[in-house]
């Protein structure tokens, strides 16, 4: 019987549970013996330990998906640092008992207030080429799909279900904020770079069933793959509004794409040369970065210690907590 | 006689001139032949640019102030792409007839507004021990002095008397819209932040006549700098408040000045390792990278094309102008 | 009265010259005296060499052209290891007397030549989508029309006009010999590649009259630029052909283009993951090279020298001349 | 009994197996728990994968010999996304069932093939000088014997014995076909560098038994070790010749195998400064590059995937397949 | 029984041990089974292995202290090349047969020595500022208790108890000899820059049970840390002495102290800018390069081979023995 | 008529001198008018200007030898915060008059001090094998005539002739007192290292009249140069001492040779791998920074600050002076 959850970020070594978990990720490897087992990346919307399986079967492996719950039964213990779960038992998830503000996929009812805040984020511009775009974005509803269930990575930040669409419409939070402060900036031309700057992960990541890349995603990349789409749209929004989109702005948009990795080493054909495009790189750089390290120091298992486990991509430990004095 | 001014960035190539400048550099020096001439950096809000007069003494050279007003007759030309100034004849500025609106050193007024608005952001700090370290600052008259008349660098980001002040409240107001938007973030301790991490350059720079750097300055940086007059403060607020600064707050402010430059390769000793030291130093370079990119457009000679000279420091050039259909 | 050419390779210090070279910069200059001069970029098909005219107006300015000929008289001399002229006189050169042989750009025969191998090349692919594909690109006039104008840069290799030309059509002929000597490499892939990779340098730079950058070449760069094309001809082709572009041949061709670069820190969006990828990478590489190196030493001044004068860019000298012994 | 072979590529998980392999590493490691097993890589021409032997002993381990063929019995899995096979039984191949054609190594035919291949590339030249100096190395046959035995790396490209005279070879054609397109590149110069780059290699290596590296080729290294043999050869050239082999010939050849490796950061003392040597580089790189990834292609076991697995040393994964509609 | 000992670098694979090591490190891991284990790293003065001791519980963890002796049975076997050993008993040691000088840590006759040699160092200086500086720490009982203490870091070089003094002394003792050979060089300046350069590690480091990094050595580092010391020590010195400390020698002494690392990639904050900054960056250097070598070499495990392991973090193998011949 | 000297490092701006300079480099240039100047590198032990001789002719060029004394008159001035003379006269220097003690080419008495000692150094090895070696060299009247000529570089540090020589045996004097510091380290391995480390430079470089690189010193390298020398000495050795040279030894001291630049950036293709490699590279390094450094200092014309202006090379200034309170 499940009792009261227990969350991952609440786990410690040597806890049996019995619970749902939201399987992110399942793998059927051999031991050095040849032995078959069953890993398996479980998560709520608290953090993610492994799971492991003893002698798992093809049958076994085909049971499970990834992207849905599962009834999982075990005990926790710590191996290389990490938390992890001997599994004993695994079992369907009895849908009506799964409380889904519990994992770490935004809700519905949050999928749908980030949609409608989108949409009056956009609807709010006062630049009427970029108005017109934006509404032939927001009546395309296979894009639009899409995007509300694309992930916005595979491994780093905000990857899960929606995370696309939440990293899309925090980071328009910012630009919303920041651009009155400095006379120069256009907010409109921020808003519709945020809207647009990752939309092409909607097709170069995979992610109906499991989260991955598309072969055009690992070939050709979602900074160059957005470019035909937005093609599209202009010339629908022309068509549309009878007017012609300024060649100048569309360049400008097009930039904006084109360089928010900011640097050659991070892959940008192009290093930001306007103003819009170089707040765009940075605030889209601390929205990512706030939203990583947050989610890293909320998984870290070891729990007791101020201080994450090394992080290998970013090259350093994280010191966790809030600041005493704080409110 | 002094008419309408033409401020730098209206001026095209040959016209005669003859007003008020703002003198921020001055070098005798030999041509090949070895006769003396003077140059000048002449500068007002809209930019700057290089004054040559011929045949100059050192009684000439004497005569002129940096950070000072003078008047210069003469006609610009464009030599290697930058627009300058052969200068006719230099005489002393009526003093009464110069409209500090006119250059870039922040007004009076603007200093006092400035300052006004540091207090109250401080004073709005919820954090009690923080609060009570902002208050020891704000009460130190040659510390507040000091912040008040030096500028935020040489030659980059808010170069000009005031130049520190004005930046450290336009990134203290990035880090209050900003804040809220991250629930992890703690908004008093990114002020305090925001508030401290550049004020070593108090020391760092001089600029009571010239802008240079200190000998402390070279060999030590500020960056490292300021950590002592910090010791010195949080001492002086326990006694005042008779409460203890807790250790670990502390150190997270320590480390918020230590890692904001962000990377080894820009003289971090530490990467930053907190919530607030990440977006400090994103959020730090957002505000330094816009001014200067602004500044550069504003200054730029090339005055017909769309696109600024190159830009050595940045390796790239910047589409100036604004998106259109903006408003 | 013009008398047999001297070739800019043959040219010693202290020569008088009065002969017609093809201008390929204009610079109208103001000394430190505000004096203004013309600064010229003289050509022929041997090399460069800068043409310096004292006491120059607007009106000489206006009636020099880049990209034409001009009647030039003067002196040569060595100004800082560079052989400049002094000018004495410039007039327009009698078209009459002008052979096109002696200059850089390819001459009509060699354009037509040119254009006529690229057509072979393209038509002898195997593969029925490619070549039908290639169809679609031979017989759109405004492209063949700007490819056939087009430099392949501004400064480096084959910056002049027909240089993008001869790149490619000399980049093709490498894959031809070097495809079957690797089993795996395919040889259509890679003339295809070869075709396209640079041909968005037809909307990237401008050179109807002088070689520059446009606005769209500067914020987006042609690696991005020329895909819209591509995917307006592969639905060109399908109409025509009536068969569908297979969508992995699409992706791998635009995979060739999007990843020329080769590495990040040239502005490649990705790194090369099919051989032929790889291939055309390197062997693009190659072909620059080898055309800009070849220039660097038949244009170096240093006659007498063995080596070249340091060439910033490449970061080191040349060693001119031919093997003792080679035939 | 031995049915028809499986080649290494054709391999799934869960396959029996009984077939002889070439064994190209051994390794006797204790697990965790203090037990010896037998680690093998064993190859065949289409690539390799893991063997495990558990409860081995010093006897099994010196029973088998590198370099050599073996019969090994097991069943395949995969462990961490790699092919391996428990291995459940070990015996000497019965050398007469052994068809040489399905192991890695070039038969001694192609051996054969490539050696009178070199020879007649080398007596093509027609630079007199290199010619003699080429006869002098063709004659040595200890030089010839080792050229002939030696790998060109241990794992990188052409690791396999006979595989540097098959990267020369094929390196030697490459410069054979492209010379001719660029006027001002030496064929000669550069098949004798292409002949001689790596040829440090039979001193570098060691490969009698298995291949490793001589104590001279880790403190010395294959670019500087040749260098002495090419001395010899010049002066043993000279006598037979009775002429003097020209200084700059000589310096022109030391510097095309001092500057192979082309860029500082791969242990390359000079940067290449002719362009043999720049076209050396690159098509040394070409010939390498494409070998070591069509290896990769073939000997990757995620079979059905159209990705390799990620390489780690030159950090991306690599799309399989060709071109749809390629012949 | 405990018979004659077997240091550490002269174990072979599977020998029988029972004797006392220093264990520098203690963990309790879980396998995949989730089975408990205890991993040590023991030590001796010759190296260090690793020992495993199966089925380990919360007991048998707390009853082994690192810093501290322990008596160890157990049987030795390579396990990816390095040496390990199965570890069947721990039980307490027997203090009075451990013999000290066969451990890393230096003896406490070693301490006092270099102790008084540093003393005697410190006296033997000419500059009377320095020397009085120099006084007031060596009169800080705590200081030099922990300087005493302290290890010179975690894993690299000089990294046990007294590690820290160690390298001072020896450090102070390079100076020593090299300074008299540049008369530019000023000794005084670099005994003491080599005296405070690493003493930020006092505090940096936690080694009073076991080694780490205390939060404020993560958050801020030594090289930061140790100049509010500095200052107090600069204040107390001339209070005693009645003299001002010259402003400039302080700032000299503490840029020796904030550029050592040398580079920004090392987290310098500043590149040495003196000639005594430029010779403790260089000797330090040496100093830490030359014991971690010899180090590495001492403790590699492939015994009978001529090279040692590959260094990751030097990123390469090292060539042990002596030059033959040498005496 | 010739007064008291002023020495370069004690000149200012516009002061009238008239005395013999040693000329380190002379070159013919036009001016933009096309006249001819010649502009004159003129030294002395303390430093060294640059020299300008206004209209100038082939005759008067021809009639100046770099490396050799001449008479110079004219005023000296600052241009671009260097200082430089504008010449007025030259004419021979009358070698009676000239004190060889005042220029920084080592006085003869210096040269054959710095012989001796080299011979004493390499007399006092004790290692029999490179005793005789070394001898080998000592008696090579070519080899030891042209250490003592040669300076260690064109530009950096000790360019000046003997300047090889002065190098090398400060080096040694280093080894000298170092390795008795390091028990692990070889005091005769280093020795014969640091005399022979960049003995390649004496056929690197050309100087017997101006300093300048061989065509072998560009397109091989000094580092591989020597090599062939050490090979051809120690069958010389090992014919007169009738001992075999020990190839591991051979192999330790090329290594020594090969890796002295330490890091691959720096052209080395092999990392120091030996004990005696890692303190030979940093031992040199720091002599020659040392050197160029305090060159740098008293070279510096901006006489009154106590910082030397900006070194491009070493990306820093550096600050001048003693430290207050040496002796």
């Known amino acids: 019987m499940l009792g009261l959850r227990r969350y991952v970020n609440q786990l410690g070594e040597r806890e049996n ?57 075990g005990t926790t213990q710590s191996y290389n640092g990490q938390l992890q779960m001997i599994v004993t038992r695994i079992e369907p998830a009895d849908s009506g008992k799964i409380d889904e503000q519990d994992f770490v996929t935004v809700s519905s009812e949050e999928i749908v207030r980030l949609g409608q805040r989108l949409t009056e ?21 296979e894009f639009m799909g899409k995007l509300t269930e694309a992930p916005a990575g595979i491994k780093n930040h905000h990857a899960y279900r929606g995370g ?90 097009k930039h904006l794409i084109v360089s928010h990795h900011g640097e050659y080493a991070y892959g940008s054909p192009k290093l930001p040369m306007t103003l819009e495009a170089i707040a765009l790189h940075l605030l889209d750089n601390l929205d990512a970065k706030l939203y990583s390290v947050a989610q890293i120091m909320k998984e870290d298992a070891s729990g007791e210690s101020a201080w994450t486990s090394y992080n290998q991509s970013l090259g350093r430990k994280f010191f966790k907590g809030k600041p005493p004095g704080s409110t």
């Open 17 to 73: 549970i019995d619970q749902v978990f939201l399987v992110a990720d399942k793998q059927l490897r051999a031991n050095r013996n040849g032995n078959l087992y069953l890993q398996l990346r479980l998560t709520d919307k608290t953090g993610s330990l492994t799971g492991m399986l003893w002698n798992a079967t093809d049958g076994v492996f085909n049971s499970v998906e990834t992207g849905n719950y599962l009834r999982v039964a």
């Open 164 to 253: 696309l669409l939440a990293h899309i419409v925090s980071l328009m939070e910012v630009c919303r904020v920041v651009a009155p402060l400095y006379a120069e900036l256009d907010l409109d031309m921020l808003l519709m770079g945020a809207f647009l700057h990752d939309a092409g992960k909607i097709d170069e990541l995979t992610y109906d069933r499991e989260f991955g890349y598309s072969d055009a995603g690992q070939l050709i990349g979602h900074v160059v793959m957005v470019l035909s789409t937005v093609e599209d749209k202009v010339a629908e929004s022309e068509q549309l509004s009878g007017t012609r989109f300024p060649p100048e702005l569309f360049l400008r948009l």
């Open 121 to 141: 984020l956009l609807r709010g511009m006062k630049n009427p080429h970029l108005l017109s775009l934006a509404e032939c974005f927001l009546v395309d509803e």
